[in-house]
Nanobody, 126 residues
């Protein structure tokens, strides 16, 4: 079992920055890959970023590449999403998720993740 709690959401103007955090407890954190997803009102949940167990491999959706950075601190059992140059279309509830399947893969689909946080709201105004 892995429990995930997101924090760091809020309201910001376009061009601003936010850093989301996701604190994990339960299963050994360093053995799970992590991802961030987001869901805007009336839209399906979509992949944002993925990071491997060790943190040496990352992958991003095209819509956030070059603006967002995913990272992790295994000593603190925490994964981060640094979001820069935010746009109104980034407005959504952001979720972190854990992929417990211990194989090297880049998980971008919802069904590939086993545990989810409750989400944190990010609102970007123009």
């Amino acid at each position: 079992q892995v429990q995930l709690v997101e924090s760091g959401g809020g309201s910001v103007q376009a061009g601003g920055s936010l850093r989301l955090s996701c604190a994990a407890s339960g299963r050994t954190f360093s053995s799970v890959a992590m991802g961030w997803f987001r869901q805007a009102p009336g839209k399906e949940r979509e992949f944002v970023a993925h990071i491997s167990w060790s943190g040496d491999s990352t992958y991003y959706a095209d819509s956030v590449k070059g603006r967002f950075t995913i990272s992790r601190d295994n000593a603190k059992n925490t994964v981060y999403l640094q979001m820069n140059s935010l746009k109104p279309e980034d407005t959504a509830v952001y979720y972190c998720a854990a992929d417990q399947l211990y194989i090297p893969r880049v998980a971008t689909m919802i069904y590939e993740y086993d545990y989810w946080g409750q989400g944190t709201q990010v609102t970007v105004s123009s």
